[in-house]
């Protein structure tokens, strides 16, 4: 095989590394891996602002529990004053009375707000299960994300190092001068600066060449540029 015929081999396998390349580089699972891990940072927001506030009433419920415990038990001990067999002055058992009646309102009222910090407990319990399974399905989605993406950036990496083998094997039978040619004109000529030449034309720029370069074109190995586009020509390939 001549060596431009070599070179055409090697514009086809660095055509598929490019194309490899921008595949990798515009793959859809990073921002797709991107927002899922947003998503991820803003369910776990969300679960610890509800479980501070869920903890937060539970300190409040424990609070109001301690406060009830003491209005009760000064409740009865004044209870027991009032009726036990000490002999009270009248003005001292009216304050009693008193303290017990607002004991008892104390209480009341002390029991009202813990059965509404519960009622809030109940509620906010409801929403940090809610804010965990939601975290933990974004979670879940974004280690599939995660796995199926990196199998697909390795395949695509494991099909590049299998053509760059390639590239490698076919450049070192290519002379350098015309190695270091085709390196410096493919990206003038978007990645194809060799054309071949069907039915006398150049199949770069669709034009005809001169007679002169056909009769060239018969010797395998010479090196012609097309008189209009200036790529290299491949020659007939003489089996
Ligand atoms: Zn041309």
């Not at 660095?14 to 921002?31: A, I, N, S």
């Not at 899922?36 to 927001?45: D, I, N, P, S, Y």
């Not at 083998?165 to 070192?172: A, G, K, P, T, V």
Request: hydrophobic share 35%; proline share 2%; charged share 35%.
């Amino acid at each position: 095989m001549g060596e431009l015929h070599v070179l055409l081999e090697l514009q086809q396998v660095d055509l598929k590394l490019d194309k490899l390349q921008e595949t990798l580089k515009k793959l859809p699972v990073f921002e797709e891996f991107k927002k899922l891990k947003e998503q991820a940072g803003t369910a776990k927001e969300a679960l610890a602002q509800a479980e501070a506030k869920l903890q937060a009433k539970l300190k409040a419920i424990r609070s109001l529990e301690g406060q009830l415990q003491l209005a009760e038990d000064e409740h009865k001990e004044v209870l027991a004053r009032l009726y036990g067999d000490s002999e009270q002055s009248a003005k001292e058992l009216e304050k009693l009375e008193r303290r017990a009646a607002a004991l008892k309102s104390q209480q009341q009222k002390e029991e009202e707000q813990l059965l509404m910090a519960m009622e809030g407990a109940e509620e906010l319990t409801k929403v940090v299960n809610i804010a965990k399974s939601e975290y933990n399905s974004v979670y879940q989605k974004l280690r599939e994300k995660q796995k199926s993406g990196n199998e697909e950036i390795s395949r695509l990496k494991e099909e590049s190092f299998h053509y760059s083998e390639q590239r490698q094997l076919l450049s070192r039978q290519v002379a350098k001068p015309l190695l270091e040619e085709y390196n410096a004109q493919r990206q003038k000529f978007q990645g194809r600066p060799l054309a071949q030449v069907e039915k006398d034309i150049c199949l770069g720029c669709r034009v005809s060449v001169s007679s002169m370069l056909k009769v060239k074109l018969n010797h395998p190995d010479c090196k012609i540029n097309c008189e209009n586009c200036g790529r290299i020509l491949v020659p007939y390939h003489l089996e």
